[in-house]
């Protein structure tokens, strides 16, 4: 789940960056929290894999 969430904020976030309209910081956010998504994801891998 976290792995779909991140890849469609990286998504958005890359078509705003391409776009040209962003507003400000705000198209940044998303970059933010993709990589929180993403982050969660691998922790929650790991702690899968070691128990």
């Known amino acids: 789940m976290?792995?779909?969430m991140s890849i469609i904020l990286f998504v958005l976030w890359s078509l705003g960056m391409i776009?040209?309209?962003t507003e400000g910081y705000w198209v940044h956010l998303l970059l933010i929290f993709?990589?929180?998504t993403l982050t969660l994801a691998v922790v929650q891998r790991?702690?899968?894999?070691?128990?």
């Open 46 to 51: 790991g702690r899968r894999l070691s128990t």
């Open 34 to 36: 993709a990589l929180v």
């Open 19 to 21: 776009s040209g309209s």
């Open 2 to 4: 976290f792995w779909t």
